[in-house]
């Protein structure tokens, strides 16, 4: 059974950095199509990450340039670095894996061709 497990979860204040961290076991998705997404209270989830099989990155236009996405296979796991927390960061993040490994899931960032998740981690940005 594949599980995707995310840490990390903490309060800073604006201007600060968390790292999150994802453990994947149970399976190979670690080398698939990965992403990184947030709920924020009365929003529907968003993509704010991705990275495809090759190594290839993208991003929602709001965290581009903050947030980094990177995996370490080796580790079976997948981060994000955000720096220079926002506020409107605030939001409960997760972890998920295309277990179809399709490119344009990663490019696109659609919740609905994710189909494992793990069971998030809150962030929490004051002013």
């Known amino acids: 059974q594949v599980q995707l497990q995310e840490s990390g979860r903490g309060s800073v204040q604006s201007g600060g950095s968390l790292r999150l961290s994802c453990v994947v076991s149970?399976?190979?998705?670690?080398?698939?199509?990965m992403g990184w997404f947030r709920q924020q209270s009365g929003k529907e989830r968003e993509g704010v990450a991705t990275v495809r099989s090759d190594g290839s990155t993208n991003y929602a236009d709001s965290v581009k340039g903050r947030f980094t996405i990177s995996r370490d296979n080796a580790k079976e796991t997948l981060y994000l670095q955000m720096n220079s927390l926002q506020p409107e960061d605030t939001a409960m993040y997760y972890c998920a894996a295309d277990p179809g490994n399709r490119d344009y899931a990663c490019t696109a960032r659609r919740v609905e061709w994710f189909g494992r998740w793990g069971q998030g981690t809150q962030v929490t940005v004051s002013s």
């Open positions: 149970g399976g190979t998705y670690i080398n698939y199509c």
